[in-house]
């Protein structure tokens, strides 16, 4: 199986490795706790930081717990939204709207609590505008909206708008670029979109909860250009996520820091569109353009469309220079990639995520396999038939000319250097024990949660992930890079397979753009503007950062729990020019 990272395939190594037919064994599809193929402790703990439950445990990791930790807690308090108030109270989130703003326009944007139903359970989830997903933004290409956000939550909360080349005071980071938004206060944001692409807002207070929660929504900027894209039949939007939720209902949050920082929150329930099964209803030869954007806080898909041909065409930022055939497309946390399917049969096609899942206790391998949704093909035959258009692969003779004037840079030495690690200190000494041990053998994607139990006990205060400058040994908020507008800096990452558990990372520059020249030394022969670029463990990928918007900004893991554990440091573009 093949698997499409941007422009790069992702071989069998990233996604099946180490995988032994005599070992595999298949875990029931789209289970959760309390329902077939979820096992579920229901163990309550008590400790000095309150009750607290196990998290679940998926089918093909059922068995005792890693020895010595039965009875041990993360060292946090549980929080869950809306302490005190009954969800029957609170209005129940709806579907998304698709809301169109002309250049000038006004919206409003308001963080609510919101009653979810899920699997049988009833509960209080966050929302904007009451609607979960958030509302879907239709904008054109170089328009600028204002933004009034009211904070309605129970907490502090921000709006960041992911990828977009936007002012500095807009950029939503509460301690850089505004204050946090207190409960019942408000911001307004000025939000300009120069490139057309497919883009995303969420909170930057406290992701690892919020996000999770339902505040996150897409935003489709559309090109002036009516040939940007090629013809389709239709265009579907589609905004991945997981929730994890156990017997008793959601389960429960770090209060005063995250749990679950090693691997991140991976949810038991995925969702599209905030709904467990997607569904899509089209005739017989219909291209559909899927725009896709996973919201989730650790989780890599690996998605496929039940063997339609797939064509892959833009990423976060711009369109690839050509267009190409993939099997399958892999989308890191808050990476975008713009796809086209062709469904030339009548029948049913299963929108699947497959990937092959480990269980770190055992060392073994299990191919999991999700089913997000399904598309239906009826025989009524579509017309107009676009399915030559489909077929065509378009070279983007636009994008290959702006980036040309790069390719000079593409050569020359690197300006900076980023390597990630962790630094893990306090946690009980049978998980240091462990890790020490599982850390002989690395995936180079964490596809799954292979040790809920134990990733669910490491917290902020014992979890610290790191960014560090090898060339100062500054990390995190200590690094402060700067650069004069119109730069053009070539960045290393190295992602060091000798941290005491290593992970792979989806790092993103805010306000800015790069090109991914290579990795691991491979050049990429097929470029597109990113902002997000997942990082493999033990990979080294070199970026072309277009620093050409004035502004401190943030760069960091978009692994919710990595970032809120430290993972982000700072650079300046100054407003003096480089160059023309």
């Given at each position: 199986?093949?698997?499409?990272?941007?422009?790069?395939?992702?071989?069998?190594?990233?996604?099946?490795?180490?995988?032994?037919?005599?070992?595999?064994?298949?875990r029931?599809?789209?289970?959760?706790?309390?329902?077939?193929?979820?096992?579920?402790?229901?163990?309550?703990?008590?400790?000095?930081?309150?009750?607290?439950?196990?998290?679940?445990?998926?089918?093909?990791?059922?068995?005792?717990?890693?020895r010595?930790?039965e009875?041990?807690?993360?060292?946090?308090?549980?929080?869950?939204?809306?302490?005190?108030?009954?969800?029957?109270?609170?209005?129940?989130?709806?579907?998304?709207?698709?809301?169109?703003?002309?250049?000038?326009?006004?919206?409003?944007?308001?963080?609510?609590?919101?009653?979810?139903?899920?699997?049988?359970?009833t509960?209080?989830?966050?929302?904007?505008?009451?609607?979960?997903?958030?509302?879907?933004?239709?904008?054109?290409?170089?328009?600028?909206?204002?933004?009034?956000?009211?904070?309605?939550?129970?907490?502090?909360?921000?709006?960041?708008?992911?990828?977009?080349?936007?002012?500095?005071?807009?950029?939503?980071?509460?301690?850089?670029?505004?204050?946090?938004?207190?409960?019942?206060?408000?911001?307004?944001?000025?939000?300009?979109?120069?490139?057309?692409?497919?883009?995303?807002?969420?909170?930057?207070?406290?992701?690892?909860?919020?996000?999770?929660?339902?505040?996150?929504?897409?935003?489709?900027?559309?090109?002036?250009d009516?040939?940007?894209?090629?013809?389709?039949t239709?265009?579907?939007?589609?905004?991945?996520?997981?929730?994890?939720?156990?017997?008793?209902?959601?389960?429960?949050?770090?209060?005063?820091?995250?749990?679950?920082?090693?691997?991140?929150r991976?949810?038991?329930?995925?969702?599209?569109?905030?709904?467990?099964?997607?569904?899509?209803?089209?005739?017989?030869?219909?291209?559909?353009?899927?725009?896709?954007?996973?919201?989730?806080?650790?989780?890599?898909?690996?998605?496929?469309?039940?063997?339609?041909?797939?064509?892959?065409?833009?990423?976060?930022?711009?369109?690839?220079?050509?267009?190409?055939?993939?099997?399958?497309?892999?989308?890191?946390?808050?990476?975008?990639?713009?796809?086209?399917?062709?469904?030339?049969s009548?029948?049913?096609?299963?929108?699947?995520?497959q990937?092959?899942?480990?269980?770190?206790?055992?060392?073994?391998f299990?191919?999991?396999?999700?089913?997000l949704?399904?598309?239906?093909?009826?025989?009524?035959r579509?017309?107009?038939?676009?399915g030559?258009?489909?077929?065509?692969?378009?070279?983007?003779a636009?994008?290959?000319?702006?980036?040309?004037?790069?390719?000079?840079?593409?050569?020359?030495?690197?300006?900076?250097?980023?390597?990630?690690?962790?630094?893990?200190?306090?946690?009980?000494?049978?998980?240091?024990?462990?890790?020490?041990?599982?850390?002989?053998?690395?995936?180079?994607?964490?596809?799954n949660?292979?040790?809920?139990?134990?990733?669910?006990?490491?917290?902020?205060?014992?979890?610290?992930?790191?960014?560090?400058?090898?060339?100062?040994?500054?990390?995190?908020?200590?690094?402060?890079?700067?650069?004069?507008?119109?730069?053009?800096?070539?960045?290393?990452?190295?992602?060091?397979?000798?941290?005491?558990?290593?992970?792979?990372?989806?790092?993103?520059?805010?306000?800015?753009?790069?090109?991914?020249?290579?990795?691991?030394?491979?050049?990429?022969?097929?470029?597109?503007?990113?902002?997000?670029?997942?990082?493999?463990?033990?990979?080294?990928?070199?970026?072309?950062l277009?620093?050409?918007?004035?502004?401190?900004?943030?760069?960091?893991?978009?692994?919710?729990?990595?970032?809120?554990?430290?993972?982000?440091?700072?650079?300046?573009?100054?407003?003096?020019?480089?160059?023309?």
């Amino acid at each position: 199986m093949l698997a499409t990272l941007g422009a790069v395939v992702l071989s069998d190594r990233a996604v099946a490795q180490g995988s032994k037919p005599d070992s595999l064994r298949t875990r029931p599809p789209d289970s959760m706790a309390g329902m077939p193929g979820m096992s579920e402790s229901g163990m309550a703990m008590v400790g000095g930081s309150g009750a607290l439950r196990m998290p679940p445990m998926p089918a093909y990791m059922q068995g005792p717990m890693l020895r010595g930790m039965e009875k041990v807690p993360p060292n946090v308090t549980a929080f869950l939204p809306g302490e005190g108030v009954d969800p029957m109270t609170l209005p129940v989130a709806i579907a998304r709207r698709v809301i169109t703003l002309a250049d000038g326009d006004t919206f409003d944007l308001r963080a609510t609590l919101v009653r979810r139903t899920l699997g049988g359970h009833t509960f209080v989830m966050y929302a904007y505008n009451g609607q979960y997903p958030g509302p879907l933004l239709r904008v054109e290409q170089n328009a600028t909206v204002m933004v009034r956000f009211e904070n309605q939550l129970d907490m502090p909360s921000s709006v960041h708008w992911h990828g977009v080349r936007l002012d500095t005071g807009s950029d939503g980071v509460p301690g850089m670029t505004q204050e946090a938004v207190p409960a019942g206060g408000t911001f307004l944001y000025r939000v300009h979109f120069p490139d057309a692409g497919i883009y995303w807002y969420h909170p930057h207070v406290r992701e690892d909860i919020q996000q999770n929660l339902g505040l996150f929504g897409n935003i489709l900027v559309a090109s002036p250009d009516p040939a940007y894209y090629s013809p389709v039949t239709r265009e579907e939007v589609l905004l991945l996520d997981d929730v994890l939720i156990d017997r008793a209902g959601l389960f429960p949050f770090g209060g005063e820091a995250p749990d679950f920082t090693i691997m991140g929150r991976f949810g038991n329930v995925l969702l599209v569109n905030g709904e467990p099964e997607y569904h899509l209803t089209v005739p017989r030869g219909a291209v559909v353009r899927f725009f896709l954007t996973d919201a989730s806080n650790s989780r890599t898909y690996n998605l496929s469309f039940g063997g339609a041909p797939l064509k892959l065409v833009a990423s976060d930022a711009s369109r690839f220079e050509r267009e190409e055939m993939v099997r399958s497309v892999v989308l890191a946390p808050a990476e975008r990639y713009v796809v086209e399917a062709l469904f030339d049969s009548s029948g049913t096609y299963a929108l699947t995520n497959q990937v092959q899942a480990i269980n770190h206790v055992t060392g073994e391998f299990y191919p999991e396999v999700d089913t997000l949704g399904r598309i239906t093909v009826s025989a009524t035959r579509a017309a107009p038939d676009y399915g030559g258009a489909f077929r065509t692969l378009r070279r983007n003779a636009a994008i290959s000319a702006e980036i040309e004037r790069y390719r000079p840079y593409f050569d020359r030495p690197v300006d900076h250097e980023l390597d990630l690690t962790v630094n893990i200190q306090g946690l009980p000494i049978p998980l240091v024990t462990f890790m020490t041990t599982d850390t002989m053998y690395f995936p180079p994607v964490e596809w799954n949660d292979g040790m809920p139990d134990m990733n669910w006990v490491a917290t902020g205060k014992e979890t610290r992930w790191i960014m560090r400058d090898p060339a100062t040994g500054k990390e995190n908020m200590d690094i402060a890079w700067r650069f004069k507008r119109h730069d053009v800096v070539k960045l290393r990452l190295f992602n060091d397979p000798q941290a005491m558990h290593p992970m792979s990372h989806p790092i993103h520059f805010h306000g800015q753009r790069f090109l991914v020249l290579d990795r691991d030394g491979v050049p990429n022969e097929n470029l597109a503007w990113k902002d997000t670029v997942l990082l493999p463990v033990g990979s080294t990928v070199d970026i072309l950062l277009d620093a050409s918007n004035p502004g401190t900004w943030m760069a960091h893991c978009h692994i919710s729990e990595h970032l809120e554990s430290g993972m982000h440091m700072t650079f300046v573009v100054d407003s003096a020019s480089a160059g023309p």
